[in-house]
């Protein structure tokens, strides 16, 4: 489970260091993704344990 994590914030690292413009397009649809409220929404139950 921390191996999980390590690697995920690893590639969350990655991600947004980059200033490749693809890079920047595929971080801006992320968060436009992540702000629809139903993936919101599980976003957030998941992150308070309850999912």
Known sequence: ???LAAH???AIHRVYASS???S???R???LGI????PIKRR???A???LA
């Open 24 to 26: 920047m397009a595929l």
């Open 34 to 37: 992540a702000d629809l409220q």
């Open 47 to 49: 992150a308070a344990g």
């Open 8 to 10: 995920a914030f690893e």
């Open 20 to 22: 490749e413009p693809l």
């Open 28 to 30: 801006a649809a992320a």
């Open 43 to 45: 976003l957030w139950r």
């Open 1 to 3: 489970e921390n191996a």
